[in-house]
């Protein structure tokens, strides 16, 4: 096999193509291709003028075929290459300028074509001058080579040739020839040398020689091995003694010569046997017979359908070789020189070959490949043939029983290839029980759990239907084996899900009871109406809403009315008559809606208008004054009952006495007025609505018509129905009629009814395959199974599922494995070679000594018909031996009693032995009574049925039984858990061994081939937590804050139980939960009664008026408390600092005094309570006084608004977030977190909220989020797969595997995943039975020192453990093995071999294989496939013999794996200017060949001039130098003048500087050896330092003081200050060197 690199177009673009070729060749496309055309044909009239001849023109003529006519243009050039008349030319030599012609017409086109062969080799172009020249320049890529190919015009009907004219009137001839490039040349390249043999002789002189071998061939023009093996002579300090002849003498034996059949008696003559005995014949002398042809039996292979042999016979003929006395020297010498007693054997009854006989072909096998794949690669078929006849004695191999071709379908006739995908079942239930704890798992109501959870769904891979197919071959997806979707993930098996949780409602507190309304204000009845109050529901799930509870409840009252008159504004009173006394004041009116107060338009309020003017009074100077009514105080009962009723009271106080004329004050009960409230029955009604019915169909809805959700058309409308009924409070139902109609809710809803969904399965996979073939007489039925998935679960009264989702079934029945056996005939008499052949060749005479004996053997059936050995070649084991050693006894050999029978056994591990004796003559016969050619006892161990169990390997992982059935593993995924502990088994492998110590089959010893032990797999424990621990108190003492409760680990988890969450470390808690709470801030209220009249301490008559003192009741109340109840509490209880006055001074007016009433509230303040604004309050005046005089008090007063005094700012303020809060049902999902909501005043008090509702703030905060609690989900994984099969057929290696995948990581506190996802299980240990071949044994040359032999391999049957070399291979009976015959058919038993005599020259045997090699370019290979090289070379052991010494030999091979290698020259360090130079192979390997020989490095080192002087020497920088105790003494030019002696070197070490110093100055340094290899050298040849140098110093030193000044003025910092920095020294630091310089 071979490379071809072609070089495509001009732009250099290299492809690189494989070929089969024995070279590595790069093809060049030429642009131009060549054209024959006939032109510039010269002909010479005189030596100035020549006929030229143009191209030939089209072909013309009227009809196709051959009448046409071309022409051509013929003209007479000079030639200089001007044109001429004609008669300048030779008329006689003028060409033809006409032809007939093939006129070629279109439809001719399709009966020729072009028919081109493959490109051949590319080949070297030689080079121009024919002789070889050395390659003087290295080649970089390649050389330049041509490659030629057939071009031939052919029919294309028959494809025979005609000429090429007619195809090249149709296109033009395709390229004959192109240029190529082959690889650089290789070299041989060959190992170094090995040591070298010890001496031939070992006395006197002798040969010595030493070999190497081939590492790479030549390849591509490169030069050819070298010799590989060197001879020297050796001479052995031992003299030969005398008078020891000079030659040694062997006797040498030639081949074997082939089998052949002894002759019929009347052609003895004509078939002697002549020997050629000739002197100077080759070694291997042949055995030549004179046979006439007729006589020969010829086997011919004559294949008749199904006629195959019935028996078969074996022919015993005989063999003969040559036998000769050789010299030392070569030559040949006398038999008798070489033979003392017995004569060598000559002859040799042998087996007549036959050879493989095989059956005809049986036809092709359809295409591997049936479908067309994206790949274009093309598929294979086989067909086969069988064995009818063994090949016998050496008789030709059988050829391949098996042939496998490529065979390509075209492209569009196939259909496209099946792709697979993964598909999915629907997703299984959502199920929230994987998700609890074991500690949960026994605590909770599994019914009512909700939230997040997870659900599973199954995965099965199916065949996608091809488009292109024809509807009836297309398969529904049916699932097929998951490993034909094994190149795709598969899609998620586990996902999270939600179950809706039933939450509380967050409720606000209740509204205050409405006013008396009519149940529907646009249609006013009756006189019976309804106060309502009301609450809202603060945040609700997802959940639906009719888990709330009723929001709205109501109480019967009478007089309802929905819209009232409302007074805007009373005006001032206005007296009537003069400026006090009776009046009128105006009131302005509005109609309002009794709630909320808003206007609405006065036609709505139907009662009558109050009037517009009310009667008043101004009171004159000498009247009472009464101030205006107090508001009325809070209803003593929220309701009437039969025992207690609602009352509240108003007061008024009187502000000024009358005088003597004065209208006088009211009485005491008249300042007090009580009035009835609350007076409806505590009756509260509300409506209470049940859960939503179940989603039913409603007859009146059509239900054909299907609505659509969400633009998708879905299933039929329904409806939900709950039922609905006014209840009393605490009492239960009542009728409908004591409920507000308007508040009453739905009964009634629409919804979706459920889909009817059927079952889906998938079609039933295909059958499993059966076994293909027959089946034993004793095998169990084979049987086969499909499987068919669930995709949908059938739900609301869909289709059922079937019951059956896994089938199986027997085999169809499969044929009983025909019974056939060898039936052996007798043995034939033992055939010895002929006495004819006997007396031809030289040898004992006497008719006796060894043959051999055959027998036939046919084939029988069961019922013992006979039949084709093919049938017993397939069925009937091991073919019985045909043919056996015999011996006919001759007159000396020695006779032996037969055998006697075996002695009885004592037991197991005893011996019997059996025994024969010498019969007549043989006891007395000495070579008889050697024990070793003639044993008399044989012993061997006694059978034994007795076996020993060893345990062999480590115990198996703990294994859990399997609880799956055989076909619930292809129905809907089961959701039990997978069973991770308890108790399961665990094997350990055994050993069966019997006596011998041999591996025998396990049963032998135990049913499975088994230890099993129980064993128990921990079970993983959860970590533990405590219980809940009580509520915190709130975090905030007053207001909105958070109260906590926590759980603290109790027990850590074990064995892979759920990890503990982690700790908080703010809470020092495993997990904690917050919750808001509130504190009322003012839970307690101070409670005021009316103030008391105002008591003025009167002396004697005077009018009780002036200064006083008034009191009031104050006490310490629940908030909420009703007026009427008597609960007071301590004062401690309420704030201290907000109690209010108990007494106050109070100013009763005197008669005819200004009276003012009592000041209104102040303003507000601004919001931002700002500085500089402030607040005002006023009063207005009630009576005037009597005299101008008096003045009245102040009307209006005012005060700075100061912040956290007389102004207070507001704002809101939010609690911190709860945690996020699940139903109580959850584990975890969505929740939410909550937070509450605080008015806080500017001085830090938490107010009422209306208080920011007030001032008009906005509360901008969210007091409900969703927020998401991670579920713990714990590791998911599939199924075990089924164990695979065993790793090994035999052995203790072999091991069973299953796996399993994770489906699902562990999340959170989920339960990890387990380490263990792959099983192994020791296979039953069985034997190994193999055949060993053994090494082949040295050459063995038969009855003979010397000459052609044959070396030997055996076959035994071995028994080992799979585990060689740790258990070496045992010898067993051949039987365990099978059958020996056809394993001896298949391999090389025998091979010739030869072995030399002293003094042949001979050939080594074959070295090892090299290294496997790649043809690389620039260090990368563009081939797969590599050679190895192996070479034999010559040993030369006579001088003499030199002449007729074989030629070294060597061969490649093509290998896989190889290698790149690169060659370098290598060099030694110098020696006395010589240095060693090797090629080194880039793995280190030293080899010769491979280095390009021009870039050789040179190995010795020259002075130039030459070292003359006295004492001086060649150094290593080449230059001379002075030998030790010299000092050189140089010219002017650097070159040496001469060597002086050293003064005191030898006796005073301390010799002066100067001295030391020129001595030095001169000499070779290392700084001069390290300078040598530089292109500019700072040193002469005399050592001395160049002029350069010194200038380049220089330079250097001006360029670094340069760089210090320039550097020091940049630096440098400007002259703010007086202080000048300490002078600086650039000189100093520059410059620090040597004087000299």
Not at 1130 to 1135: F, I, T, V, W
Not at 1530 to 1550: A, E, I, Q, S
Request: aromatic fraction near 8%.
């Amino acid at each position: 096999m071979g490379w071809t690199m072609t070089l495509k177009d001009d732009f250099g673009v290299i492809a690189w193509t494989r070929r089969a070729g024995n070279n590595l060749c790069l093809f060049l496309l030429l642009s131009l291709f060549s054209v024959s055309v006939q032109s510039d044909i010269v002909f010479p009239k005189d030596h100035h003028f020549s006929w030229k001849a143009g191209q030939w023109g089209q072909c013309i003529g009227e009809e196709c075929g051959s009448g046409g006519v071309q022409t051509r243009t013929i003209w007479c050039v000079h030639m200089e290459g001007w044109t001429t008349h004609h008669s300048h030319c030779h008329h006689m030599d003028k060409p033809e300028s006409q032809r007939h012609c093939f006129k070629v017409c279109e439809w001719h086109q399709n009966l020729f074509e072009w028919e081109v062969s493959d490109w051949g080799g590319c080949v070297l172009v030689p080079f121009f001058s024919n002789e070889l020249k050395l390659r003087t320049t290295e080649c970089i890529t390649a050389q330049h080579g041509i490659q030629r190919r057939k071009v031939n015009c052919v029919r294309t009907s028959n494809h025979t040739t005609v000429t090429l004219r007619i195809c090249e009137f149709f296109s033009q001839k395709p390229p004959v020839e192109q240029a190529c490039l082959i690889p650089c040349p290789q070299d041989c390249v060959v190992s170094d040398f090995n040591s070298w043999s010890s001496c031939s002789k070992t006395c006197g002189a002798g040969l010595q020689h030493r070999t190497r071998h081939v590492l790479a061939t030549p390849m591509y023009g490169g030069a050819s091995c070298p010799n590989l093996t060197e001879t020297r002579t050796c001479s052995s300090s031992v003299d030969c003694p005398a008078g020891e002849g000079e030659y040694q003498y062997s006797l040498k034996v030639g081949a074997w010569s082939e089998c052949r059949l002894p002759h019929h008696k009347d052609a003895l003559l004509s078939g002697r046997t002549t020997v050629d005995f000739s002197a100077n014949s080759n070694e291997n002398n042949t055995v030549t017979l004179h046979t006439q042809a007729s006589h020969h039996h010829v086997h011919h292979h004559h294949p008749h359908a199904h006629k195959y042999p019935m028996s078969w016979e074996l022919e015993v003929g005989y063999k003969s070789r040559q036998v000769r006395c050789t010299r030392s020297d070569g030559r040949n010498a006398m038999l008798s020189l070489c033979t003392k007693d017995n004569s060598p054997l000559t002859f040799q009854a042998c087996v007549m070959p036959k050879d493989c006989q095989t059956s005809d072909w049986s036809s092709w096998s359809p295409c591997s490949k049936t479908c067309r794949s994206t790949d274009l690669s093309p598929g294979y078929r086989l067909r086969s043939r069988i064995m009818t006849h063994i090949p016998v004695g050496g008789g030709k191999q059988c050829p391949a029983l098996e042939e496998k071709e490529a065979c390509h379908i075209i492209g569009d006739l196939l259909p496209n290839c099946p792709s697979y995908v993964w598909r999915t079942t629907d997703w299984g239930e959502c199920r929230i029980l994987p998700l609890l704890s074991q500690q949960d798992r026994r605590l909770a109501n599994i019914s009512i759990l909700c939230g997040s959870g997870i659900q599973t769904r199954k995965t099965y891979c199916v065949q996608v239907p091809d488009d292109s197919a024809p509807h009836h071959r297309k398969e529904v997806s049916r699932p097929v084996n998951a490993r034909l979707c094994a190149g795709e993930e598969p899609p998620l098996a586990v996902q999270h899900c939600s179950i809706p949780c039933q939450h509380h409602c967050l409720l606000s507190q209740w509204s205050p009871w409405g006013a008396c309304l009519h149940d529907n204000c646009k249609e006013p009845q009756g006189k019976k109406g309804f106060r309502q109050r009301r609450r809202e529901a603060l945040w609700q799930s997802s959940s639906p809403p009719e888990t709330c509870p009723h929001l709205v409840e109501s109480i019967p009252c009478e007089d309802p009315a929905c819209y009232l008159w409302q007074v805007q504004q009373e005006e001032r009173c206005i007296p009537t008559k003069g400026s006090c006394g009776p009046g009128a004041a105006a009131q302005n009116m509005t109609c309002v809606t009794a709630e909320g107060s808003s206007p609405v338009p006065i036609a709505l309020c139907v009662d009558d208008p109050p009037p517009t003017e009310v009667a008043c009074e101004v009171a004159c100077p000498s009247d009472c004054v009464v101030g205006s009514w107090s508001p009325w105080s809070p209803c003593s009962h929220s309701c009437t009952t039969k025992t207690a009723e609602g009352q509240q009271s108003r007061t008024r106080t009187v502000l000024a006495i009358p005088g003597t004329e004065g209208k006088e004050c009211p009485a005491a009960p008249a300042l007090e007025e009580w009035r009835v409230c609350n007076d409806h029955p505590c009756m509260v009604f509300y409506w209470e609505a049940s859960a939503w019915g179940p989603c039913i169909e409603d007859a009146f809805i059509d239900l054909n018509g299907t609505s659509s959700w969400n633009g998708t058309p879905t299933c039929a409308m329904g409806v939900q129905i709950r039922k609905v009924s006014c209840t009393k409070m605490n009492v239960g139902p009542v009728i409908s009629k004591r409920c507000s109609d308007s508040a009453r809710p739905e009964s009634v809803r629409p919804c979706l009814l459920p889909c009817e969904k059927d079952c889906i399965v998938t079609p039933f996979s295909e059958w499993t395959a059966c076994p293909s073939t027959c089946m034993p007489e004793n095998a169990t039925a084979a049987t086969q199974s499909r499987y068919r998935t669930i995709i949908q679960r059938s739900a609301n009264g869909g289709q059922e599922c079937p019951d059956t989702l896994y089938e199986e079934r027997d085999c169809e029945s499969l044929p009983v494995c025909p019974v056939y056996s060898w039936r052996t005939h007798k043995w034939h008499s033992c055939s010895l070679v002929p006495d004819s052949v006997r007396r031809g060749l030289s040898g004992q005479g006497e008719a006796c000594g060894n043959g051999l004996e055959t027998r036939g053997v046919s084939c029988v059936g069961e019922m013992g018909e006979s039949a084709n050995m093919t049938e017993c070649l397939r069925w009937a084991g091991p073919l019985p031996p045909q043919i056996r050693e015999c011996r006919v006894a001759c007159k000396d050999d020695c006779t032996l009693t037969s055998w006697s029978k075996f002695s009885e056994c004592a037991g197991c591990g005893s011996s019997r032995s059996r025994k024969r004796s010498l019969t007549g003559r043989s006891k007395k016969k000495e070579h008889c009574l050697d024990e070793k050619l003639h044993p008399l006892e044989e012993t061997e161990t006694c059978p034994c049925d007795e076996f020993l169990s060893q345990p062999y390997g480590n115990w198996s992982a703990c294994i859990l039984p399997d609880p799956s059935a055989p076909g619930s593993l292809q129905g809907w995924m089961s959701h039990r858990e997978v069973k991770e502990c308890g108790q399961g088994l665990r094997y350990r492998a055994v050993a069966c061994i019997n006596q011998q110590g041999h591996l025998v089959n396990p049963t032998h010893c135990t049913d499975s081939g088994y230890m099993v032990e129980v064993c128990h797999i921990p079970c993983p424990l959860d970590c533990k937590l405590s219980d809940w621990s009580a509520w915190s108190a709130c975090s905030a003492s007053c207001g909105s804050g958070l109260k906590i409760r926590s759980k603290w680990l109790r027990e850590k988890a074990f064995n892979g139980g759920r990890p503990c969450p982690k700790l908080d470390l703010k809470n020092q808690a495993q997990v904690y939960e917050a919750v808001p709470c509130h504190i009322e801030c003012s839970q307690y209220e101070w409670r005021i009664e009316p103030w008391s009249i105002c008591t003025i301490n009167t002396v004697d008559d005077l009018p009780a008026c002036g200064e006083g003192v008034q009191s009031r009741k104050i006490r310490c109340v629940k908030q909420e408390t009703a007026s009427g109840e008597n609960s007071t509490l301590g004062d401690s209880l309420c704030d201290p600092e907000e109690m209010p006055p108990r007494a106050q001074v109070c100013f009763l007016a005197c008669p005819k005094d200004c009276v003012v009433a009592p000041w209104g509230p102040w303003s507000n303040c601004p919001l931002q309570c700002d500085q500089g604004t402030a607040r005002n309050r006023s009063r207005h005046i009630l009576r005037l006084p009597a005299s101008e005089n008096s003045t009245c008090p102040e009307l209006v007063q005012s005060e700075p608004c100061v912040l956290n005094s007389t102004c207070f700012s507001y704002q809101y303020t939010v609690s911190d977030w709860s945690t996020c809060q699940l139903s109580e049902n959850a584990i975890c999902g969505h929740g939410s977190r909550l937070r509450l909501v605080d008015c806080i005043r500017s001085d830090g008090k938490i107010v009422e909220l209306q208080k920011c509702e007030q001032f008009g703030l906005i509360n901008k905060y969210w007091l409900s989020e969703s927020c998401m609690v991670d579920c713990p989900v714990s590791c998911m994984l599939s199924e075990w797969s089924p164990w695979a099969e065993c790793s090994h057929t035999c052995g203790n290696q072999g091991q069973f595997l299953r796996t399993r995948r994770i489906l699902q990581d562990a999340n959170e506190e989920g339960q990890p995943c387990p380490n263990q996802l792959t099983q192994i299980k020791p296979c039953p240990i069985r034997p190994c039975y193999t055949w060993m071949l053994s090494d082949w044994s040295p050459c063995t040359v038969e009855g003979a020192e010397c000459g052609e032999g044959l070396r030997r391999r055996s076959l035994s049957c071995v028994v080992n453990r799979g585990n060689w070399p740790e258990s070496p291979p045992q010898p067993v009976d051949e039987e365990l093995c099978g059958d020996k015959l056809r394993q001896h058919i298949q391999q090389e038993m025998e091979q010739p071999c030869f072995v030399p005599c002293p003094g042949d020259c001979h050939l080594t045997v074959w070295s090892s294989w090299s290294s496997c090699q790649l043809t690389c370019l620039e260090g990368r290979s563009f081939e797969t496939t590599g050679r190895q090289a192996r070479s034999r070379a010559v040993i030369i052991q006579v001088m003499e013999n030199q002449g007729s010494c074989p030629h070294q030999v060597f061969e490649t091979q093509p290998c896989k794996g190889g290698k790149c290698h690169s060659y370098q020259w290598r060099t030694g360090g110098w020696s006395n200017n010589e240095r060693a130079v090797w090629c080194q192979r880039s793995d280190g390997v030293n080899v010769t060949g491979g280095c390009f020989p021009q870039k050789r490095p040179t190995t010795v080192r020259h002075c130039h001039p030459a070292c003359t002087k006295p004492f001086s020497h060649c150094t290593p920088s080449g230059v001379c130098g002075c030998e030790k105790g010299y000092t050189e003494v140089m010219t002017t030019h650097g070159f040496l003048d001469y060597c002086t002696r050293t003064p005191g070197v030898d006796n005073n070490k301390k010799a002066d500087v100067k001295t030391n110093s020129g001595r030095l100055k001169p000499g070779p340094s290392q700084a001069q050896d390290l300078f040598s290899e530089w292109t500019l050298r700072p040193v002469g040849p005399d050592g001395r330092v160049k002029l350069w140098v010194y200038a380049v110093t220089a330079v250097g030193f001006i360029l670094i003081l340069f760089v210090i000044a320039l550097s020091f003025l940049v630096c440098k910092p400007s002259k703010t200050t007086k202080t000048s920095p300490p002078p600086q020294k650039p000189l100093t630091l520059a410059y620090d060197g040597d004087m000299d310089m």
